[in-house]
C-alpha cells in the first residue's frame, strides 16, 4: 500500500482552490455593477459581447497558428512540446473570453499574448514530462515495448510452457 506525504504547499494549494472559485465570481458581479454604473446597463451589455466575438476570432487565428507549427515541429521529428502548451492556452484563452465577465475576459486577452504565454511556458516547462510512443519507462519501440501499457504478473500467473488451450496462443500462419 502507497502512503502519500502531503506537503504543506499542497495542502495550502488545495485549500485555495475553493476559495479561489468562489471568489471569482463575486468578483464579476461586483465588476459588472461597477462598469454598468459608469458606462450603462446597455453599453455593458455589448461590451461583454463584443469581447466574446474577439474571442472567437483570435481562438480561430492564433489556433490554426499554432496547429500549423505543430504539425511543422511533427514533420521535422522533434516533439511539439512548447506549441502543445501554448496551444492549450489559447484554448483556455479562449474559454476565458467565452465567460461573460470583465476579469476572465482579462485573463483571456492576456493569454494571447505570445509574451504572456512564454512567461507561463517558463514556468511549466520543468513540470512537465513528455512520453512519445516507444520511449520511457516501456523501453524504446522494437524490443517487446507493448506502446505504454505495462503489464505487470505474478509468477503463477505466467508460464514458459506453451498451452494449447490458450486463447493467447500464436496461430501459425501458411
Given at each position: 500500500?502507497?502512503?502519500?506525504?502531503?506537503?504543506?504547499?499542497?495542502?495550502?494549494?488545495?485549500?485555495?482552490?475553493?476559495?479561489?472559485?468562489?471568489?471569482?465570481?463575486i468578483?464579476?458581479?461586483?465588476?459588472?455593477?461597477?462598469?454598468?454604473?459608469?458606462?450603462?446597463?446597455?453599453?455593458?451589455?455589448?461590451?461583454?459581447?463584443?469581447?466574446?466575438?474577439?474571442?472567437?476570432?483570435?481562438?480561430?487565428?492564433?489556433?490554426?497558428?499554432?496547429?500549423?507549427?505543430i504539425?511543422?515541429?511533427?514533420?521535422?521529428?522533434?516533439?511539439?512540446?512548447?506549441?502543445?502548451?501554448?496551444?492549450?492556452?489559447?484554448?483556455?484563452?479562449?474559454?476565458?473570453?467565452?465567460?461573460?465577465?470583465?476579469?476572465?475576459?482579462?485573463?483571456?486577452?492576456?493569454l494571447?499574448?505570445?509574451?504572456a504565454?512564454?512567461?507561463?511556458?517558463?514556468?511549466?516547462?520543468?513540470?512537465?514530462?513528455?512520453?512519445?510512443?516507444?520511449?520511457g519507462?516501456?523501453?524504446?519501440?522494437?524490443?517487446?515495448?507493448?506502446?505504454?501499457?505495462?503489464?505487470?504478473?505474478?509468477?503463477?500467473?505466467?508460464?514458459?510452457?506453451?498451452?494449447?488451450?490458450?486463447?493467447?496462443?500464436?496461430?501459425?500462419?501458411?
Amino acid at each position: 500500500m502507497f502512503k502519500t506525504r502531503l506537503k504543506v504547499k499542497d495542502i495550502v494549494v488545495r485549500s485555495l482552490i475553493p476559495l479561489l472559485l468562489l471568489s471569482i465570481p463575486i468578483l464579476e458581479i461586483a465588476v459588472f455593477i461597477l462598469v454598468g454604473s459608469k458606462i450603462g446597463v446597455l453599453s455593458t451589455l455589448v461590451l461583454i459581447f463584443a469581447t466574446t466575438l474577439l474571442g472567437a476570432v483570435l481562438l480561430r487565428v492564433q489556433g490554426f497558428g499554432v496547429i500549423k507549427r505543430i504539425r511543422r515541429i511533427l514533420d521535422e521529428g522533434h516533439v511539439p512540446a512548447k506549441e502543445l502548451v501554448h496551444g492549450s492556452m489559447i484554448f483556455l484563452a479562449g474559454i476565458l473570453l467565452f465567460m461573460p465577465g470583465f476579469i476572465t475576459d482579462a485573463i483571456g486577452l492576456l493569454l494571447f499574448i505570445p509574451a504572456a504565454r512564454e512567461f507561463g511556458w517558463s514556468l511549466l516547462r520543468n513540470r512537465i514530462v513528455i512520453l512519445t510512443p516507444g520511449h520511457g519507462s516501456t523501453g524504446p519501440a522494437g524490443r517487446g515495448a507493448s506502446r505504454g501499457r505495462t503489464i505487470d504478473l505474478a509468477t503463477d500467473e505466467y508460464s514458459e510452457n506453451p498451452n494449447s488451450d490458450s486463447p493467447w496462443r500464436r496461430i501459425e500462419r501458411d
